[in-house]
């Protein structure tokens, strides 16, 4: 388990933390969420005893990291998987962090199986790719056989069978009752994964549950609707609270009242329906819109290219 009270990070006049409190629960996948400059990598560094938090504390599996005897048996952690001595091979740079914690070789070789790097287990790291670079990470986030994971992008690098290969994994160390907390800003990949998530913006955090009920809280109530009678629908389905857009002929989209509710006015009604269905938001609208107002950097619209053998005006002058 993870906990964080009132954990608080400033550099400077900048505070890149403030005040937070959350709980990573073990038994399930926890996500962690935000833009760009949102205070993630540095939440994850005070975790990890990397940076010393301003004020507020922080404890894995009920003590600071530094106060753990023998951490890597209680946290794996990938927070930069380019922290690695290129000159040694994978193998090399795996029995270096074992030694530390007295680990044999039978589980460095297991690892190193695990994670698939048998094959090149012997080259050396400054020669992988970002995706084998990105299995090296992991591979040495499990040589403890830790009880709490936290990987930050996980997935980068990976080709589709890798980030498979990362999903089954975390959802099986969760279900074995551990303690497992990552990042990603693939929206896609976080919503086949996760069981909870925490978003975080400008520092503070703005939601904390899960999954489906951020989707939810996104989606409100919105029903897509097609009948031969789709006129005489709209008409009885008006009220104060019920928004109806007319998609294309004979389909509407009905904000403000459910499946449900709609079925048994068309019912009322003997109108024909040739379509019900229930429509919920995407992870990624979910996202977007909690973050609308915590993003730091925006991007600029995107300027439309020139007509083919048109100049702007100032390169015809």
Do not use: C
């Not at 690695?84 to 029995?95: D, E, I, P, Y």
Request: charge should be neutral; hydrophobic fraction near 45%; aromatic fraction near 2%.
């Amino acid at each position: 388990m993870i906990e964080a009270t009132g954990l608080t990070k400033r550099y400077g006049k900048k505070t890149a933390v403030a005040g937070v409190d959350f709980t990573v629960q073990p038994g399930r996948v926890t996500g962690f969420l935000g833009p760009n400059g949102a205070g993630k990598s540095t939440t994850m560094r005070m975790i990890m005893g990397l940076d010393r938090p301003t004020s507020g504390a922080v404890t894995v599996n009920g003590k600071p990291y530094a106060q753990h005897r023998s951490p890597l048996t209680e946290v794996g952690a990938l927070l930069d998987a380019k922290a690695v001595h290129t000159g040694r091979s994978a193998s090399n740079h795996l029995r270096a962090i074992a030694a530390t914690h007295g680990i044999g070789g039978r589980r460095v070789a297991e690892v190193i199986e695990m994670t698939g790097l048998q094959h090149v287990a012997g080259k050396r790291v400054g020669g992988f790719s970002l995706g084998m670079g990105q299995r090296l990470g992991i591979a040495a986030a499990l040589l403890g056989d830790p009880q709490t994971l936290i990987l930050d992008e996980p997935v980068n690098g990976l080709d589709p069978e890798g980030v498979l290969w990362v999903r089954n994994l975390v959802k099986g160390l969760a279900a074995e009752g551990r303690t497992v907390f990552l990042s990603s800003h693939l929206m896609s990949e976080m919503a086949v994964t996760a069981d909870h998530l925490i978003v975080i913006g400008r520092g503070r955090i703005i939601a904390d549950a899960p999954v489906a009920e951020i989707v939810a809280g996104a989606s409100g109530t919105r029903v897509r609707v097609r009948s031969p009678q789709a006129a005489r629908l709209a008409e009885l389905l008006q009220g104060p609270d019920v928004s109806i857009t007319s998609v294309e002929a004979g389909v509407l989209d009905v904000v403000g009242a459910s499946a449900e509710t709609v079925g048994e006015v068309a019912a009322r009604g003997a109108l024909v329906l040739h379509e019900l269905t229930p429509v919920s938001a995407s992870l990624e609208a979910a996202y977007m819109s909690l973050t609308a107002d915590d993003v730091e950097y925006h991007s600029a619209p995107a300027v439309p290219a020139p007509a083919a053998g048109t100049l702007p005006e100032e390169a015809r002058r």
